[in-house]
């Protein structure tokens, strides 16, 4: 579904991507995982069509993103979450989701004047049908009519996500979604995840630090250090691997015996 093909990426003097190359199968939960300031969100951005880079080529679903123009991409069936929440605070919950839906409706300003007659009410109406569907799906049919900004951080997350969804994606890009969530709302999230990949087939690549849930939910890993991918692979064989260990841990030796690591 996903072919990104030796991307790099500069800002003036500073690489954040150096030839980067990976793959996305379809119907996969695909995890891009590494340090702080690996240049994961980067990649992301690339994707989504925030970044353009200099150098290759990304391909998704047999089109080159790199000739579409940023508003194409919920068109084509690519939603995205952010790092830092991207919710309209004072709008209700209801009403952050059904922006999501913005790019499916048919009506425009002159048809929309004929609220009554123009096809706009039956359009709204099955926008909302649509939406409580995913509520009921996400949990938070009790804050539908709550303002984003009042609810707690793990309903917030939840919030952008369905409004992800909302977009009726083919791929979902996350960027972060379990960041400053408790083990519990870790879980609910988790789930969600899997449920979205296996019960409405979306192909989904996500950004995660918390790496007990990369190895759980993901079928295949891909590991950048310092904007350059050191590993790529099955879950359990990235995590081995001496090169990612380094990555993280910040070591460069790893048969040190007991009494030298005391």
């Known amino acids: 579904m996903l072919d990104v093909e030796n991307v790099s990426l500069r800002f003036g003097g500073v690489k954040a991507l150096t030839d980067i190359s990976f793959h996305v199968n379809e119907n996969e939960i695909f995890s891009l995982i590494g340090p702080n300031g ?16 200099q150098e290759g080529r990304i391909t998704y679903d047999g089109q080159d993103l790199l000739k ?12 995205r979450t952010f790092q830092n929440l991207a919710l309209f605070s004072h709008m209700s919950v209801i009403d952050n989701i059904l922006v999501g ?7 425009n300003f002159v048809t929309g004047m004929f609220y009554w007659v123009g096809g706009a ?16 799906f996400l949990e938070i049919q009790h804050v539908r009519n709550e ?4 609810l707690s951080y793990g309903l917030r997350k939840r919030v952008e996500l369905a409004r992800a969804i909302a977009i009726k994606p083919k791929m979902i890009l996350l960027d972060e979604p379990m960041a400053g969530m408790n083990l519990e709302e870790k879980e609910d999230m988790a789930r969600y995840i899997i449920e979205l990949n296996e019960q409405y087939g979306i192909t989904v690549v996500m950004i995660e630090h918390d790496m007990g849930v990369v190895v759980d939910i993901s079928h ?15 879950p359990d064989d990235v995590i081995e691997d001496e090169q990612v260990k380094v990555a993280y841990l910040g070591v460069d030796d ?6 030298e690591a005391v």
Do not use: W
């Open 147 to 150: 303002s984003a900004g009042s």
């Open 121 to 136: 009410q039956k359009e709204e109406a099955r926008a909302r049908a649509e939406i409580e569907d995913i509520i009921d």
């Open 68 to 79: 579409r123009s940023i508003n194409d991409r919920a068109a084509i069936g690519i939603g």
């Open 38 to 53: 690996a240049g994961k969100t980067s990649m992301l951005n690339c994707i989504s069509g925030r970044y353009r880079p």
């Open 101 to 107: 839906r913005h790019h499916l409706l048919k009506n």
């Open 220 to 234: 295949r890993v891909a590991v950048l250090d310092f904007g350059q991918k050191i590993a790529e692979g099955l």
């Open 254 to 259: 790893f048969n040190l015996d007991e009494e």
